[in-house]
Nanobody, 115 residues
Framework: QVQLVESGGGFVQAGGSLRLSCIAS????????IGWYRQAPGKSRELVAQ???????NQIESVQARFAISRDNTKNTAYLQMNSLKPEDTAVYYC?????????WGQGTQVTVSS
């Protein structure tokens, strides 16, 4: 059974930091590209950052220089370090693992940033 479990969300004031974790089980983690997505109330889900199997990364413009995605294949875990958080970063954050036709999602973790 494949599971992606996100953790690390919470309530933080603007300017604060959080680190999200995504622990995978039931897959060969190193084969998968990992993405962090977010969905704010009333908005569609959007890709925030992604990391390929070889470790190359990219982020959307609105989080560049603030967020960093990383992975530790020895721990089957991906991370999203979020610094200088803004109220507009408030959303449910989801982890996604994709390899060919295989595509898995976590259940999400809430991030709330107060002004």
């Amino acid at each position: 059974q494949v599971q992606l479990v996100e953790s690390g969300g919470g309530f933080v004031q603007a300017g604060g930091s959080l680190r999200l974790s995504c622990i995978a089980s039931g897959i060969t983690f190193s084969r998968y590209a990992i993405g962090w997505y977010r969905q704010a109330p009333g908005k569609s889900r959007e890709l925030v950052a992604q990391i390929s199997r070889d470790g190359s990364t990219n982020q959307i413009e609105s989080v560049q220089a603030r967020f960093a995605i990383s992975r530790d294949n020895t721990k089957n875990t991906a991370y999203l370090q979020m610094n200088s958080l803004k109220p507009e970063d408030t959303a449910v954050y989801y982890c996604n693992a994709i390899w060919g036709s295989f595509n898995f999602w976590g259940q999400g973790t809430q991030v709330t940033v107060s002004s």
